[in-house]
């Protein structure tokens, strides 16, 4: 069943659906436990844990004591498992309070309290002012004589403007003793999220009325978890309750976004479970064999003739169990702990908060800092995101005279405040459509002025034009409207509003002069959406030069035209139009269609230009942006000249001769085609020249492109840094931000307003402008920010530095386990093969989860270069967007670092602690307190800068270690008994750890020396420079230096290009070859990745490249 | 008609205004401005940290060496010595055999001055009491009292008798426990084997218990190693305790006794062995070691030699450091060497 019947105050039908209890919770106390641990069991790590914690109870085969992994497993679990709950408990107590609230139903004809979760459908529920919808109604009766009430949106969409709804037609009029009474059907469609349409009807039941079907819209609704505003009462009848409102239908979970990092985790870990699988299996063999031919001998074990039939399992899964290890069970824990410091580091972030807006940023996304860091592309709403989004009226232009281009504000022309005194007919209609053909809602506040709601900036800025020009919209009263023109009151009864929607790009009404009767249609929009539509033998080019002419000046233009209508032609256009409105199905087709049928032959009267400034910093911001390599893409509904002029305005795109454009149109396919081939050849031509090449491309053309050209546009896409998208729909923006997504680039989409959320949601990362178009794009982002200007630091500072810390992090775990299961490795060649553990069990946890722990999150305090070096040499993110901290060769290193680590401690300690010392228990702690002291210079040499809790908590760690064991040295019943008093008292015990250390960090230290000196990254020459910038080098030096060559660095790419081979070993760390790795094809990371034939790649060998 | 009656309106508005505009408190911490040193990796620095690290390791190797060359070491391995010429073929089977003399004596010769205490030491080789079956069988509760005698968890296959009653010691070690035994003469005169105090005084007080007599030990069809005299409790049975002490490699020594007088250089000392353990089945060698003892530990040269090794590579890095520094100097920090600071011609 497609639809729903709703009887109204009806008894007998309302247990059909359910009742109003709303339920955001994930568990019952019930399922709790079952519910949670099945999610949590979901992951691969963690099933991997459980798997060998489950082999551990096996005592024959386990090394350990089953405790050393079901401690951190419990734990692990214990503490999702208890935020999870938390969660839950938070989500049960206000749904508790929402679902307890009183409200007022109508029951057998009597208004009574009930609480909020006992209403059914059909009920009909009263609302006082200020009170929260508490489920989605359609209105039948409201305070205010006009039928209107205003509910403020907010809960749902963001929308802090108040919204007017509507009574539906058929119930004007009625007292509320009539609707106690009322009787009817409302035939709606069955429950979903879109809160922006609500397709259906009512009939009311006599004695009320006719049999007329009445059509509703989402204008006749009021959606739970609004708030009734400015109006006495209102009621409604329940039509959508409890969980199945429009609210509680959109409410989701949304996927889980991954980041780079953790793909490349992931794939780290995948190659690391492959390397322990083969060790297993390697080991399994040889330990098999060495029982066979050697053990039997050794009668001491007296291995039994005759085994069990899973004998030869046994000794492979003890080395399973052995190398468990190997994947750090602290990892997933960490990780989730840094990246929530991460986020709350924006949250807090000063240099970030908005004075203006009393905004402070905030992440609402916490797992994906690291891609901020990582971001190649960033495709930017226009208005509202690059601009303010506060709009001003400047010029207009009526019947061909100009006003306002002397003094840049029409406002102050005195030759249209001239034409106003004078009544000139063309400027009286071009200002009453102004005042009329909007959805601005005047209220008048307090004092008495009056103040306008508009949902569009342009309308609010047009309305307010045109009361500044003596023609004030006084009020709005359901269809009456009243204008105030130089003192005289004008009536005008609005028949019909045609809704703007951004296919039509245009807006109508219909209204009727009071006076004389006389029905008009006012039109406004885009002028592609007016001037075709004008009658056949109208002059349009005076409005075609004005459009081309404010668009240069970087204005918004908007075209008004006005017909007159005839009776019978409205009448039969009316009834068509009633009936497209009561559809049910594709209503939206069916209006555009009827719509378009009236709006035809106008009169277009003149064209307004409305100013939208620059925001603070917006070019700044993104010059630095792309010195950082990141490339711009604007994605706009504006028009193509008002977008190019933006984008000169804010750095996007060079003047010629720098930079050239290249437009991408045509109507046809063919067209549009030849076009988008001569613009691809055009740019790989020019790609070696230093020049700025941009594509522009429009709505229409991209629509033609993405269905018919995609893998043309997709190879243009690669090549283009830059490219401005104009006239395109939400759902464009969204399929581009996929198109980029499909190539393997990390993409950031940043917008304010509605219209962005998908491309917002689409996007690797998105970012919301919390902006005057409400907080929907905000709401719908992984990041706010008061202003655009704050995404330099939101990349460079936070992106970067999280990228940075997580990289260390990971790769520093998989480290510290590698190394002391390498060292168990090498203990079973000297214990038989045979899968003993060279640690006991509390050291091997206690190593994992406090000793290695604890000492690397001070990562989360680390920073390699100033914020202001950042700042200044934006370059440095190549690094980051390369990956270069983070691939399968620094990896390959630590491996390395960690099996050179493992030899070192083994070979001295059993060298060290040969012969009559070569206790256990004794030479496992040697080992133990290597690693441990390793571990602690490892962290001390690959940090940067040193707070006071990094000394804390890596001395601090040192000294917790000796402590500890000294402690459970004192428990007569513990293994451990007496060893580490005895140790700390043998000389040769320190003189050994001294060893360790210093063979151990030796090589590491001369070789990072070297690297720092000779082989310097940039990253180390800023270190440098920051240290000796005071001595040589000023900042401006630099920057003055930077900037002569900034404009070289793109054709530096395209050169550097062709001489790749030189520069071999690099090419597997440009970002397309990490990207490889990320992609489908399992561990193929070591095959040296081919660089793609991109400027990236280019860009970031000559970058990272330092030769002599 | 109003349905609000006479409550007061909610006042909601303002209150719920922007709650998240409220502006955070900032700190150092929370603006990530803690103060912080920056060590760099300057030549100075480096160069100086691997001539300090010469500088110390050499006299602390030179220390160590002669510290161990200090220690006067005899080792003497006997396994094969011990076996009679005719049995040289089957070695297996003479030592399984009961009825074989197992008795051997030899004379070696003191080459230096030995202080007491002189330490004696049985050595085996290609032993793996760290073996997964071996090392594991045993059960510390029911060594340390009498209260869990029955607990013999992970001793199998030297839990319980066929009957059932507990065998204590259990477990493999115990019943592996090494049975040579040493005496030592100078021309006819005895020379006194201390076999006190030989294991670790901690493990005689907590980890064996003074109240728990060997019982069922070695009744079994399969004899391992050692008996124990059933009437002394385990604490005082030092050898077992010892030999409890796994070793953590293949090759290792334990404490025999202690010869408490001084062996003057180039004294003949003749020793008798009875050659009881089996070691021939595995190929396992064994050495009787007579050593004096110095701060360091046992004659062990590697600590020596490493530390010299490891102090004159640092210093010849430092030197192979500053010679790069003096050949190829380079400015550090200089923004000219960045990579897009520099002419894309220049290369």
Same mark, same amino acid.
């Given at each position: 069943m497609m639809k729903r019947f709703v009887y109204i105050n009806d008894d007998s039908s309302q247990n059909l659906y359910c009742d109003n209890r709303i339920s955001n919770r994930k568990y019952t106390i019930l399922n709790f436990l079952p519910k949670n641990l099945w999610e949590q069991f979901r992951r691969f790590m963690n099933q991997y844990f459980l798997l060998i914690a489950c082999l551990q109870l096996w005592s024959l085969i386990t090394p350990v004591n089953p405790a050393s992994t079901w401690g951190p497993l419990i734990i692990i679990f214990a503490v999702s498992a208890t935020k999870e709950a938390w969660d839950d408990y938070n989500r049960y107590l206000s749904d508790k309070q929402a679902n307890e609230k009183e409200v007022w139903v109508v029951k057998d004809g009597i208004r009574k309290h009930i609480k909020a979760q006992d209403i059914h459908v059909g009920n009909i529920v009263w609302l006082r002012e200020n009170d929260e919808v508490p489920c989605d109604l359609v209105l039948i009766g409201t305070s205010e004589p006009q039928g209107i009430c205003y509910v403020e949106t907010a809960a749902l969409d963001g929308e802090t403007d108040l919204k007017t709804r509507v009574l539906p037609s058929s119930c004007i009029g009625l007292t509320p003793e009539q609707l106690h009474k009322i009787k009817g059907v409302i035939e709606c469609p069955n429950p979903d999220k879109d809160i922006r349409r609500f397709d259906s009807n009512m009939r009311l039941f006599p004695p009320f009325i006719d049999n007329d079907l009445c059509p509703l819209t989402i204008d006749n609704t009021l959606l739970q978890s609004c708030y009734l505003r400015n109006t006495e009462w209102a009621c409604g009848v329940a039509v959508y309750t409890g969980n199945e409102t429009k609210l509680g239908m959109s409410r989701g979970v949304p996927e889980p976004k991954l980041t780079a990092v953790d793909a490349m985790i992931d794939k780290l870990t995948g190659a690391i479970f492959l390397f322990q699988i083969v060790v297993v299996i390697v080991l399994g063999f040889a330990g098999n064999i060495w029982k066979d031919t050697e053990a039997r001998k050794q009668w001491y074990a007296q291995y039994p003739e005759d085994g069990p039939w899973y004998e030869l399992l046994v000794i492979p899964l003890r080395f399973e169990l052995l190398c468990s290890i190997m994947i750090p069970i602290s990892l997933k824990v960490s990780l989730d702990l840094v990246k929530s410091i991460y986020a709350k580091f924006i949250d807090w972030d000063e240099e970030m908060y908005d004075h203006e807006t009393m905004t402070a940023p905030h !992440? !609402?996304?916490? !797992?994906?800092?690291?891609d901020l860091g990582q971001v190649e592309y960033i495709l930017t709403d226009k208005t509202g995101t690059l601009t303010e989004n506060k709009m001003s009226f400047r010029r207009c232009c009526i019947n061909g005279t100009f006003y306002g281009n002397e003094s840049g504000d029409a406002l102050k022309d005195v030759e249209l405040l001239n034409a106003v005194i004078n009544n000139v007919p063309d400027v009286i209609r071009f200002l009453t459509i102004m005042t009329i053909c909007n959805t601005v809602v005047p209220v008048r506040s307090m004092s008495g002025n009056i103040l306008y709601k508009a949902q569009s900036q342009d309308e609010d800025a047009l309305v307010n034009a045109a009361a500044r020009l003596h023609m004030v919209l006084i009020s709005k009263n359901g269809n009456s409207l009243e204008i105030n023109f130089n003192g005289k009151l004008i009536h005008y009864e609005i028949l019909d509003t045609l809704e703007f929607t951004s296919e039509r790009k245009r807006m109508s009404v219909v209204v009727k002069d009071s006076e004389d009767g006389k029905i008009l249609l006012l039109s406004k929009g885009a002028d592609e959406a007016i001037l075709p539509l004008s009658y056949a033998g109208q002059q349009i080019r005076p409005f075609v030069d004005a459009v081309d002419q404010y668009a240069q000046l970087g204005l918004r233009t908007l075209c008004l035209g006005w017909r007159e209508l005839k009776d019978d032609e409205y009448k039969d256009w009316s009834q068509a139009f009633k009936e497209a409105r009561s559809t049910l199905v594709n209503r939206e087709w069916k209006l555009d269609e009827v719509c378009q049928r009236l709006e035809h032959d106008l009169e277009v009267i003149g064209v307004t230009a409305v100013e939208d400034q620059l925001q603070d910093g917006v070019p700044e911001t993104i010059e630095t942006l792309r010195k950082a390599g990141i490339n711009f893409w604007m994605l706009t509904g504006d028009k193509q000249k008002t977008a190019i002029q933006i984008a000169l305005l804010c750095n996007f795109i060079s003047s010629e001769p720098r930079g050239q454009l290249l437009f991408i149109n045509g109507k046809t396919e063919d067209e549009v085609l030849r076009s988008l081939e001569r613009v691809l050849l055009t740019m790989k031509i020019t790609s070696s020249e230093p020049k700025d090449l941009a594509f522009v491309v429009d709505g229409w053309a991209l629509e033609i492109i993405l269905k018919q050209y995609r893998s043309v546009f997709t190879e243009l896409a690669i090549l283009s840094r830059t490219a401005i998208c104009c006239r395109v729909t939400p759902s464009q923006k969204a399929q581009l931000v996929e198109l980029l997504k499909s190539c393997d680039y990390r993409t950031l989409a940043i917008g304010d307003g509605g219209n962005d959320v998908r491309m917002i949601q689409n996007a690797d990362i998105g970012v919301g402008i919390s902006g005057r178009e409400g907080l929907q794009a905000a709401r719908a982002a992984d990041y706010s920010i008061g202003k655009f200007r704050f995404l330099k630091r939101l990349i460079l500072v936070h992106g970067r530095y999280s990228y940075n810390r997580t990289a260390f992090l990971s790769q520093y775990s998989f480290y510290k386990s590698l190394l002391i299961c390498f060292i168990q490795i090498f203990f079973s060649f000297f214990s038989g093969v045979s899968g003993t553990s060279l640690f006991n069990s509390i050291s091997l946890m206690a190593y994992n989860v406090f000793y290695t722990s604890v000492p690397v999150l001070t990562v989360v305090l680390d920073k390699d270069l100033t914020e202001k070096t950042v700042m200044q040499n934006p370059q440095i993110l190549f690094y980051c967007q390369a990956g270069r901290l983070l691939n399968p060769s620094t990896f390959a290193g630590w491996f390395g670092r960690s099996l050179y680590h493992a030899l070192v401690v083994f070979l001295i300690t059993v060298h060290a602690y040969a012969d009559e010392k070569s206790e256990m228990e004794q030479l496992s702690m040697v080992a133990l307190s290597g690693c441990i002291w390793l571990q602690a210079f490892v962290v001390t040499i690959e940090m940067n800068s040193f707070t006071i809790f990094h000394h804390l908590a890596i001395w601090g760690n040192l000294l917790c270690f000796y402590g500890l064991n000294l402690m459970i040295s004192a428990i007569p019943s513990a293994g451990l008994y007496t060893i580490m008093f005895r140790l700390c008292r043998q000389p040769s015990y320190w003189i050994t750890l001294f060893l360790i250390t210093v063979v151990g960090m030796g090589p590491v230290l001369a070789l990072k020396y070297f690297r720092y000196t000779y082989r310097s990254s940039a990253i180390n020459i800023l270190q440098q420079a920051e240290r000796s910038r005071v001595a040589t080098f000023s900042i401006r030096d630099l920057d003055s230096q930077l900037k002569s060559i900034e404009k070289d660095v793109g054709s530096l790419a395209s050169r550097n290009k062709f001489k790749s081979s030189v520069y071999e070993p690099l090419i597997t760390d440009s970002p397309t070859a990490t990207r490889r790795a990320v992609g489908p094809s399992a561990f193929d990371f070591l095959q040296p990745a081919q660089s793609r034939d991109d400027q990236n790649a280019g860009l970031l060998e000559i970058v990272c490249m330092l030769t002599e | 008609m109003n349905p609000t009656g006479d409550s007061t309106p909610e006042t909601d508005g303002a209150t719920e205004r922007r709650k998240k505009s409220k502006k955070p408190n900032y700190s150092r911490f929370t603006q990530q401005e803690l103060p912080a040193c920056k060590p760099l990796l300057t030549p100075t620095i480096v160069i100086s940290t691997f001539i300090l690290i010469g500088v110390l390791f050499i006299p602390i190797g030179l220390a160590s060496l002669s510290a161990s060359g200090n220690v006067v070491e005899i080792v003497y391995r006997y396994d094969i010595d011990c076996i009679p010429q005719q049995s040289q073929d089957d070695k297996l089977a003479f030592i399984q055999s009961s009825l074989t003399n197992k008795t051997c004596t030899t004379t070696f010769n003191v080459p230096k001055n030995m202080k007491a205490p002189v330490h004696i030491y049985y050595e085996l080789d290609n032993f793996y009491q760290n073996h997964r079956r071996y090392v594991k069988s045993r059960n510390d509760k029911q060594l340390r009292s009498k209260a869990y005698e029955l607990e013999t968890t992970n001793c199998a296959p030297e839990a319980t008798t066929p009957d059932g009653s507990p065998i204590v010691p259990c477990g493999l070690i115990a019943w592996s426990l090494f049975n040579d035994t040493y005496s030592f003469a100078t021309q006819s005169k005895v020379i006194e084997v201390n076999k006190k105090n030989i294991a670790w005084q901690s493990d005689k007080d907590h980890k064996f218990g003074s109240d728990v007599y060997p019982k069922n030990f070695q009744q079994g069809g399969l004899i391992g190693g050692a008996k124990l005299n059933e009437s002394i409790p385990l604490s005082e049975q030092e050898d077992l305790i010892v030999w409890m002490r796994t070793a953590a490699l293949p090759q290792f020594r334990k404490l025999y006794g202690r010869i408490e007088r001084d062996l003057a250089a180039n004294e003949q000392i003749s020793v008798t062995i009875e050659n009881n353990y089996n070691t021939y089945s595995f190929e396992g060698e064994k050495r009787l070691v007579l050593s004096t003892t110095s701060w360091i530990g046992g004659k062990n040269g590697f600590l020596g030699v490493a530390y010299l090794t490891i102090g004159s590579l640092c210093i010849f890095l430092a030197v192979a450091f500053i010679v790069l520094y003096l050949l190829k100097p380079r400015t550090l920090g200089d923004p000219s060497y960045l990579s897009w600071n520099r002419n894309p011609d220049g290369h």
């Open positions: !992440a !609402a996304n916490t !797992a994906i800092s690291e | -």
